[in-house]
């Protein structure tokens, strides 16, 4: 690893979040600072075409202004609650590859981490909850206490980021 090492984290849905995280390499260990969070609110009352077309956009955004990226990570996965949240999720997938493959950017699948790995990087238990979640990424990144998610989409993002960094050892 680079003294500087950029991650895009991803938390794919229907209105998916973006986070920005930076890895500096100091003697006293690791530093991970937090560059960017954001997500892409669609209207579930808009043709799908237009909700992937502003996901496909705001990942061109995040990607063009916060880029270049030593790795990008998401969320794996595999099943909604129902078909038509099944179609949703992985039409989201689709408008963020094709942005990413803009760039240059593919995911690899060993850089996906499934629901319960990213929640056990966060809180420590697979088994957390949104706010907890929350809680363990504000935690690790020492977050000031007014800083705020605006969305749960977000702050998953971010602990989709740690789950990349915790596994691969980083920190």
């Known amino acids: 690893m680079s003294e500087t090492f950029r991650i895009l984290a991803l938390d794919i849905s229907a209105s998916p979040g973006f986070a920005v ?3 500096k390499t100091l003697k006293a260990g690791p530093r991970v600072s ?8 669609t209207d579930a009352s808009k043709p799908d075409s237009e909700r992937y077309a502003y996901i496909e956009a705001k990942t061109v955004q995040v990607v063009h202004e916060y880029g270049p990226f030593d790795e990008v990570v998401r969320e794996h996965f595999t099943k909604g609650r129902s078909k038509r949240a099944t179609q949703l999720v992985f039409g989201a997938w689709a ?24 929640k056990k990087a966060a809180t420590g238990k697979g088994t957390a909850d949104k706010d907890e979640v929350e809680a363990g990424v504000r935690a690790k990144l020492k977050l000031a206490d007014d800083f705020v998610f605006r969305t749960d989409d977000e702050s ?7 789950a990349y960094l915790i596994e691969k050892g980083t920190i």
Do not use: C, K, Q
């Open 21 to 23: 995280l930076e890895v």
């Open 34 to 41: 937090l560059l960017h969070v954001d997500h892409a609110r």
């Open 95 to 118: 408008a963020v590859d094709s942005a990413l493959g803009r760039y240059g950017y593919a995911i690899a699948p060993d850089n996906e981490y499934t629901p319960s790995a990213v």
């Open 156 to 162: 998953d993002s971010v602990a989709v980021g740690l």
